[in-house]
């Protein structure tokens, strides 16, 4: 199974034509609620279909709002595109990329339904943000990737009536209003965020008898041949070596053998601190000898999601190559049981020095992040390091599916990455990380436990994680509630979502200038 499949990747291109004249099967055009007069494409597009539009709109059988069944589609002959379609973007002041990326979602939704696998979407401009053309563009681009993106890898092709039905594979872009300069740029950036989204999703797709820690290396080992990027693979031997007692304390327990990935962009000055990104790779979690119960076992293929979008991220840097160094980090193993599996109250020794105190086997990611953390801060002295992982089932009760838990020890850094996921879509939001809460890992035989009991389970989780940040700034997306599950958006599907790809490069894009 290939890494990147570029092709399944739409083909964007920028439209040359205006909306009412490029020969497409479908073009569609966004419409916000309770806007009194038509844009130029809206209504070149509203005289092509005859006055269609201002006859729904007048009859308040299409009001623009933002929602999946609010829309008007025209079927027509002639030269020109064959079907036109008017999609609602709700009230303009609300208006933002994630207004455009569901703009996009849904037009390619509709061309799904009817089949048609070639779309013009015409995105609005965004007037109210800097550089607002572009990022509508790059906003589109991005939602046409990630609309387009299913699963079918592991399907038996059928024929005639069971063949599946055809995904877009192309499209043109263009503006309505004034699209200034940059367009190839604007499709280059949001193609690449998509695609690196979208190799998350593969990944985490991916069950857990083919995505194995060794088969994640094997996708980050081809992937940095294909772009470029420095790679380096620790196995268990390389791990003892290291110290990493914690990691291999998690995959004692399985007959996978573990890896650590690391991966390394060299786009700033030699010498310069790198920018750290961190994801838990737990290809499936039992939970150990303190075993889950088996209602939903199967959605712990998804506890690598935090490793998923590291790569995802690290593939769009490697299209991207931007001006600045950075390393991504994948500590990955199973959490499984046999003979050899920690048992609770066993006291282990991470890398770094601190003993832990093993209550429960379930909460494995922290301690293979404690050793990956530890490694990446040691080893790369970055200059910021952000890690994200499915780490409680209490930040799933705090905040549902809305946004991921977002803790550490910096607060400029907690504020960057709370602008960035707003921009991105991938939204996250601050608990705090206060010495309040660190007593709750007290143990009585070693330095600390893994667990701090019930009350506050992804704060004393995060405080964990923060014993082995070392000095450098750290931050900490806990993604449980946000990495995979029902679609919450027209441009995901029920699985994998990619998230927080696109949050990590809208952050390293930002600190790239
Ligand atoms: N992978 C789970 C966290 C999780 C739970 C992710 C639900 C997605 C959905 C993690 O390894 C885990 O089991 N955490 C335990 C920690 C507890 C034992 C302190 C949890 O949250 O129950
Ligand atoms: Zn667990
Ligand atoms: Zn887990």
């Not at 053998?257 to 000055?269: A, K, Q, S, T, W």
């Amino acid at each position: 199974m290939s890494y990147v499949r570029t092709e399944d990747l739409v083909e964007i291109t920028p439209a040359s034509a205006g909306a009412s004249e490029e020969p497409v099967a479908l073009v569609a055009i966004g419409v916000f609620q309770d806007t009194e007069t038509l844009t130029a494409s809206q209504e070149a597009l509203d005289e092509l279909v005859g006055g269609g539009l201002t006859r729904a709109r007048d009859r308040g059988d299409f009001r623009g709002r933002d929602s999946d069944d609010d829309f008007a589609l025209f079927h027509r002959d002639g030269d020109g595109p064959q079907r036109v379609l008017f999609v609602g973007m709700g009230k303009v002041e609300k208006a933002d990329r994630e207004t455009v990326r569901k703009l996009a979602g849904r037009a390619v939704r509709r061309a799904e339904a009817l089949s048609v696998t070639e779309l013009h979407l015409v995105v609005p401009a965004l007037v109210g943000e800097e550089d607002g053309a572009f990022e509508a563009v790059r906003a589109g681009a991005e939602g046409i990737h990630l609309a387009a993106f299913d699963f079918r890898e592991l399907k038996t092709p059928g024929e005639g009536d069971d063949a599946p039905k055809p995904l877009v594979d192309r499209a043109l872009l263009s503006v309505d209003g004034d699209a200034g300069s940059g367009l190839d740029e604007a499709i280059r950036v949001g193609s690449a965020f998509g695609a690196g989204e979208n190799l998350a999703r593969v990944l985490q797709f991916r069950p857990g008898n083919v995505a194995t820690p060794s088969h994640l290396a094997e996708v980050a080992e081809a992937m940095a041949a294909d772009l470029g990027l420095e790679i380096t693979v620790l196995g268990p031997d390389e791990m003892e070596a290291e110290g990493m007692g914690a990691l291999l304390s998690v995959a004692a327990g399985s007959d996978e053998e573990p890896r650590m990935i690391v991966l390394e962009h060299r786009g700033g000055d030699e010498g310069e601190a790198p920018l750290a990104l961190v994801g838990k790779g737990l290809t499936f979690d039992t939970g150990g000898i303190s075993l889950k119960p088996p209602k939903g076992m199967e959605d712990m293929k998804f506890d690598m999601s935090g490793g998923a979008a590291v790569l995802g991220a690290m593939k769009a840097i490697g299209m991207l190559r931007p001006g600045v160094n950075v390393v991504g980090v994948v500590p990955s193993s199973e959490n499984m049981v046999n003979g050899k599996a920690t048992k609770p109250g066993d006291v282990i020794r991470t890398r770094q020095g601190k003993t832990v105190e093993v209550i429960n086997t379930d909460a494995e990611g922290r301690l293979i992040l404690a050793d990956a953390l530890s490694y990446t801060a040691d080893h790369f002295k970055p200059a910021a390091m952000v890690d994200c992982a499915t780490l409680t089932g209490a930040c799933v009760i705090a905040l549902g599916h809305q946004a991921a838990a977002l803790l550490g020890s910096d607060d400029d850094l907690v504020e960057e990455l709370r602008g960035a996921g707003d921009r991105s879509g991938e939204r996250c939001w601050p608990l705090p990380l206060w010495d309040a809460y660190r007593s709750q890992l007290e143990s009585p035989v070693a330095d600390l436990k893994n667990v701090g009991g019930r009350p506050a389970g992804s704060i004393t989780a995060a405080l964990f994680l923060s014993e082995f940040k070392g000095d450098v700034p750290w931050a900490h997306l806990d993604i449980a509630g946000t990495a995979y599950g029902e679609p919450r958006a027209p441009y995901q599907r029920k699985g994998g979502f990619g998230f927080p790809t696109r949050l990590l490069l809208e952050w390293v894009r930002t600190r790239s200038g």
